[in-house]
C-alpha cells in the first residue's frame, strides 16, 4: 500500500460540466501519473508530474488538464466533460527516484458522461 | 517510445493446469519490466518485476516471468492456477536511459475454469 487515495470514487455527471479528480499521496513521491483505463486499451497515460508545477503530457492528453500545488496532491480537470471521457482513471506514484520505476496505483475513479 | 503487445486478450484454462501469458516490446536496449494483476472493481497490484540480473523472476501467489532479450519478451507464467488467479493481467514497460514512464500493454483477461 504506497497510501494512494482517489477521490471521487464514482461521478456522474453531464456533457459540457467541469469535473475535477483529485489524487492524494502521503508518503511523499516526486513522480505522478494519471491513467484512463478502457476495453480493448489497456492503460493510457493522460499526464503526468514530476515535481510540484512540473507536468508533462501523455499519450492522451486532449481535453484534461492537470495541476500539481502540493507534492501530496495531483489534480485532474476536465474543463467541459464529453461521453468520451467516460472511464475509469487511476492515479499512480512511482516509488523510486525517477519515473521508471515500480508504480503503484489508487483504487480508481469510475465516471459516467451523460 | 515502447509498445508492449500483449497477444491474447482472454485466456481460460482449467484450474490446476499450468498458464503462460504473453508479453512482448518493441526495443530491448535498457528497459526495465513489470507485471501487474488487476482484480474485478480494483487498482492495479504488482506481481513482479524485472530491473537487473536474473532472467528468472519470481512474484507474488506462485507467479514468474522470464525475461529474454533477444526475443524481446517477458512471459507470465504459473504451473498450476487457481479459481482465485482469474483476473486481467496487465504488462509494463519502462526506458531506463530516455523515460519518465510506463508503457502498458492492453491487458490479457485470465478465466479459470472449475
Redesign the interface.
Known amino acids: 500500500d504506497a497510501g494512494i487515495t482517489q477521490s471521487p470514487r464514482h461521478k456522474v455527471t453531464e456533457t459540457g460540466t467541469p469535473v475535477t479528480l483529485r489524487c492524494h499521496q502521503t508518503e511523499n513521491h516526486r513522480y505522478m501519473y494519471w491513467y484512463r483505463q478502457d476495453p480493448g486499451h489497456g492503460l493510457r497515460l493522460i499526464h503526468y508530474s514530476y515535481g510540484v508545477k512540473d507536468t508533462d503530457k501523455g499519450e492522451v492528453s486532449d481535453g484534461y488538464s492537470v495541476s500539481r500545488s502540493k507534492t501530496e496532491d495531483f489534480l485532474l480537470t476536465l474543463e467541459s466533460a464529453t461521453s468520451s471521457q467516460t472511464s475509469v482513471y487511476f492515479c499512480a506514484i512511482s516509488a523510486g527516484r525517477s519515473g521508471t520505476d515500480t508504480q503503484y496505483f489508487g483504487p480508481g475513479t469510475r465516471l459516467t458522461v451523460l | 517510445a515502447q509498445s508492449v503487445t500483449?497477444l491474447d486478450?482472454q485466456v481460460p484454462v482449467f484450474e490446476e493446469a499450468p498458464v503462460e501469458l504473453r508479453c512482448n516490446y518493441s526495443s530491448s536496449v535498457s528497459v526495465?519490466l513489470?507485471w501487474?494483476v488487476q482484480y474485478p472493481n480494483?487498482?492495479?497490484?504488482?506481481l513482479l518485476?524485472y530491473l537487473s540480473g536474473s532472467t528468472l523472476v519470481k512474484g507474488i501467489n506462485g507467479f514468474e516471468a522470464e525475461f529474454n532479450k533477444s526475443q524481446t519478451s517477458f512471459h507470465l507464467r504459473k504451473p498450476s492456477v487457481h479459481i482465485s488467479d482469474t483476473a486481467e493481467y496487465?504488462c509494463?514497460v519502462?526506458?531506463?536511459n530516455t523515460?519518465?514512464?510506463?508503457y502498458?500493454?492492453?491487458?490479457t483477461s485470465l478465466t479459470v475454469i472449475p
Open positions: 500483449q486478450s526495465y513489470f501487474y480494483q487498482g492495479l497490484q504488482l518485476k496487465f509494463a519502462s526506458d531506463r523515460g519518465n514512464q510506463f502498458f500493454g492492453t491487458g
